[in-house]
Nanobody, 132 residues
């Protein structure tokens, strides 16, 4: 499975970030695949932003839920991230990643799954700079 992120490298504060993750060699609807967005600010650790599932369910990290939206297009085999009201501290490398696990019903359960299994596949990441 290969994942490739794409999007603008530079976004102005208060604007909306839109990123695309194109998936190849697997369908995003394959059972028990969870397609996550993860970011890493410069000099900091990884932050899980949430995920969209093989069935289209969406789980958000509570800390970002108010500003983040995920979606997918099974025909294009692509998942999307939108984040509004961008701030300078949103500057990070944004990754999409995937894990194949088991059925979960809540974000906490998905986080447990990810914590125990880790991610099976990662994109190369795309740097997003937030600056005027």
């Amino acid at each position: 499975v290969q994942l490739q992120e794409s999007g603008p490298g530079l976004v102005k504060p208060s604007q909306t970030l839109s990123l695309t993750c194109t998936v190849s060699n697997s369908s995003i609807t394959t059972t028990y695949y969870y397609w996550s967005w993860i970011r890493q600010p410069p000099g900091k650790g990884l932050e899980w932003m949430g995920a969209i599932t093989y069935s289209g369910s969406i789980f958000y990290s509570p800390s970002l839920k108010s500003r983040t939206s995920f979606s997918s297009d099974s025909a294009k085999n692509t998942v999307y991230l939108e984040m509004n009201s961008l701030k300078p501290e949103d500057m990070a490398v944004y990754y999409c990643a995937a894990v194949r696990g088991y059925a979960v019903d809540a974000a906490e359960d998905l986080w447990t799954l990810i914590s125990s299994l880790g991610m099976d596949y990662w994109g190369t990441g795309t740097l997003v700079t937030v600056s005027s």
